[in-house]
């Protein structure tokens, strides 16, 4: 059984991509947002690609329907990348101090791109 979960761990750290946080927000500010929006559809494959049920990224310029776009991103790194089953922290988090998330759950992915195992 432990054999398995390791096989599944390292098959989803090849899917996901290590990013460097400060170059993240750095091409953010250079595009105008832009790759930030691509930063979000990019990790919420990878956040799908663990298990998550993210919803098509096209809910992101949806008014209203961002927002559920946000709790499920938020559930479902909450669920399958933290393991904390905290969502509604984190969408709280998301909503009101959003600059500071991209920096968490990059720094999550890439824990999970090395192939660290979470406490």
Do not use: H
Not at 9 to 32: D, G, H, M, Q
Not at 48 to 55: A, K, M, T, V, Y
Not at 70 to 97: G, H, P, Q, R, T
Request: charged share 20%.
């Amino acid at each position: 059984m432990e054999d398995n979960n390791n096989q599944a761990a390292k098959v989803a750290a090849y899917e996901i991509e290590e990013r460097n946080i400060v170059l993240v927000y750095v091409f953010s500010f250079i595009t105008f947002g832009i790759y930030g929006i691509y930063w979000l559809v990019k990790t919420k494959g990878e956040i799908n690609s663990l298990g998550g049920d993210i919803p098509t990224a096209w809910l992101i310029i949806v008014p209203i329907a961002n927002l559920y776009f946000a709790y499920k991103y938020c559930e479902s790194f909450s669920l399958y990348v933290k393991k904390d089953n905290n969502a509604i922290m984190w969408f709280i988090l998301y909503v009101l101090v959003g600059i500071i998330m991209p920096a968490i759950v990059q720094s999550e992915l890439n824990r999970i791109a090395r192939g660290e195992r979470g406490i």
